[in-house]
């Protein structure tokens, strides 16, 4: 990972829709924790706006606006605020960001492969 950069976010959501797209999955996880930088607000509200429309955009592709997309952060990439977060949910994105795997993986409804006990009926 790296730097925080809109336009690099932006182009790595729209790899991820072409993924998503590809696979016809429905369930996204984002291990963003590798990221490092403190986007602007602005950055934050433009992010959110363009991951919805985007979504909207890959409609004709297979990708479901019930595609849940759940990112893992660390602060102060991960808003304490979630104000990207909301910009995106109030446009129709199902989204949740996070700071650890367990959680976001439990939002999911997936359990992780290298987990413990994955698997094992538990």
Do not use: C
């Amino acid at each position: 990972m790296g730097r925080f950069s809109l336009v690099e976010a932006k182009r790595t959501f729209i790899e991820m829709l072409e993924a998503v797209a590809r696979n016809k999955v429905e369930k996204v996880l984002f291990d963003g924790r590798g990221l490092v930088g403190n986007p602007k607000v602005v950055e934050r509200f433009y992010y959110g706006e363009f991951a919805a429309q985007s979504i909207a955009q890959f409609a004709d592709r297979g990708v479901s606006r019930a595609t849940q997309f759940a990112y893992v952060l660390e602060v102060p990439m991960r808003d304490p605020g979630r104000f990207g977060e909301t910009v995106a949910v109030n446009r129709g994105m199902i989204v949740k960001t996070f700071d650890n795997l367990d959680e976001a993986f439990g939002w999911l409804g997936i359990e992780q492969a290298n987990h413990p006990d994955a698997g094992d009926g538990k």
